[in-house]
């Protein structure tokens, strides 16, 4: 028997299992690729990086600022790595790619933006206003 990583063309894990070597090549489906590690993983370890196993890593510390412009309040996240799905708090969901989030809200409160990008494990940032 063999262990196998399916994945997709960004890296992320879409599946792990055994088989029979001769059906390994039967396990990815279109837009997928199949890995053999050499270790146990799982999506919430690891992704893959041109065709080698990586582990998550923590995502660098996102530095937030809340300013007060005439009555609306804008939140700024930045250093968010390049290719990051940010889910706002009312479930739209971006992707960014320049490294800051800008949001304007009207009235205090707390608001959670979720971070998720392949190389990183998930990330909660919650800001108050």
């Known amino acids: 028997m063999a262990r196998y990583v399916v994945y997709n063309p960004l890296g ?4 792990v ?6 059906d390994l090549p039967f396990q990815a489906g279109a837009g997928e690729f ?4 050499d270790i146990a993983c799982s999506d919430a370890t690891h992704y893959v990086l041109d065709g080698e196993l990586q582990e998550l890593q923590d995502f660098p510390e996102i530095t937030q600022e809340v ?4 009555g609306e ?5 930045a250093n968010i790595p390049e290719k990051t799905s940010v889910t706002w708090p009312d479930y739209f969901i971006s992707q960014e790619n320049d490294g800051t989030l800008e949001c304007v809200v009207a009235f ?5 933006f979720v971070l998720e990008n392949v190389c ?3 990330l909660e ?3 108050n206003v």
């Open 12 to 15: 992320t894990i879409q599946r």
């Open 17 to 22: 299992g055994s088989c029979s070597e001769d």
């Open 34 to 37: 199949v890995l053999v590690p």
């Open 67 to 70: 300013a007060n412009d005439s």
């Open 73 to 77: 309040y804008t939140i700024t996240l």
């Open 108 to 112: 205090p409160d707390e608001y959670l």
């Open 120 to 122: 990183y494990f998930p």
């Open 125 to 127: 940032v919650v800001v």
